[in-house]
T-cell receptor, first 110, second 118 residues
Framework: DQQVKQNSPSLSVQEGRISILNCDYTNSMFDYFLWYKKYPAEGPTFLISISSIKDKNEDGRFTVFLNKSAKHLSLHIVPSQPGDSAVYFCAASDGGKLIFGQGTELSVKP | EAGVAQSPRYKIIEKRQSVAFWCNPISGHATLYWYQQILGQGPKLLIQFQNNGVVDDSQLPKDRFSAERLKGVDSTLKIQPAKLEDSAVYLC????????????????FGPGTRLTVL
C-alpha cells in the first residue's frame, strides 16, 4: 500500500522550459510535504517544502503547489537548467515520519 | 555547518556475513533516522531515534537488523546475518525535534552507504 506515489519514473525537458513533477498521496493526515533532489552517489538534498495549511510555496526557480482536495502536489522548476538533472523525490510527513514516493528522474537537455 | 556523516561509503559482503554502518548527525539535531533505499524505490524508514531512545522501529526487521544510538549522538546500524535482498543504500538523516519545534521538520541526509550482498 503505497501512500505516496510519483507515477512518472522519468521526465525530459528542454533547457529554459518549465519542468513539472507530480506527486499523489492517499493519507489526508499528512501535514507537511517536502521535495528532495538526489544526484548519483549522494544522499537526498532538501529542496523545498510546504505545510498543509498553504497551497503554494516559492523559492527562486522552484515552486511547490498543494491541492489538498485532490491529494496532489507538484513541483515547478522555471526555467529548467542542465544542472537540475537529477532524481526528485516527494515526501509526506506523518508526525515527523517521512514517507517517500518512488522518485522521478528529470533530464534537462541543453 | 557540517552535514550528516556516514561511513563506510561502500561495502561488499557475502550472504550470512555481518556488517555495520556508522552515522554522525548534524550537531544539535536530536532526531536521527535510518532509511533503506532499494534501487528504483524511495527511501523507506527503518528506525527513528529521539536522543538515545527509539521512537519508531516498526519497519526494522528485528531478527537480523539492530541499531543503537548511545549517548544520543552517533548511531550504528548492524545487519547480522545479511541476505541478498539487503543490497541497498542505507541512508542516515537527522532533524530538529519535530515535537518541540512545533511542526514536522526537515530531515537532512548523509551520503549513504551502498551495501552489496553477494
Amino acid at each position: 500500500d503505497q501512500q505516496v506515489k510519483q507515477n512518472s519514473p522519468s521526465l525530459s525537458v528542454q533547457e529554459g522550459r518549465i519542468s513539472i513533477l507530480n506527486c499523489d498521496y492517499t493519507n489526508s493526515m499528512f501535514d507537511y510535504f517536502l521535495w528532495y533532489k538526489k544526484y548519483p552517489a549522494e544522499g537526498p538534498t532538501f529542496l523545498i517544502s510546504i505545510s498543509s495549511i498553504k497551497d503554494k510555496n516559492e523559492d527562486g526557480r522552484f515552486t511547490v503547489f498543494l491541492n489538498k482536495s485532490a491529494k496532489h502536489l507538484s513541483l515547478h522548476i522555471v526555467p529548467s537548467q542542465p544542472g537540475d538533472s537529477a532524481v526528485y523525490f516527494c515526501a509526506a510527513s506523518d508526525g515527523g515520519k517521512l514517507i517517500f514516493g518512488q522518485g522521478t528522474e528529470l533530464s534537462v537537455k541543453p | 555547518e557540517a552535514g550528516v556523516a556516514q561511513s563506510p561509503r561502500y561495502k561488499i559482503i557475502e550472504k550470512r556475513q555481518s556488517v555495520a554502518f556508522w552515522c554522525n548527525p548534524i550537531s544539535g539535531h536530536a532526531t536521527l533516522y535510518w532509511y533503506q533505499q532499494i534501487l528504483g524505490q524511495g527511501p523507506k524508514l527503518l528506525i527513528q531515534f529521539q536522543n538515545n531512545g527509539v521512537v519508531d522501529d516498526s519497519q526494522l526487521p528485528k531478527d537480523r537488523f539492530s541499531a543503537e544510538r548511545l549517548k544520543g549522538v552517533d548511531s550504528t546500524l548492524k545487519i547480522q546475518p545479511a541476505k541478498l535482498e539487503d543490497s541497498a543504500v542505507y541512508l542516515c538523516a537527522s532533524s530538529l525535534d519535530p515535537r518541540t519545534s512545533g511542526r514536522s521538520d526537515t530531515q537532512y541526509f548523509g551520503p549513504g552507504t551502498r551495501l552489496t550482498v553477494l
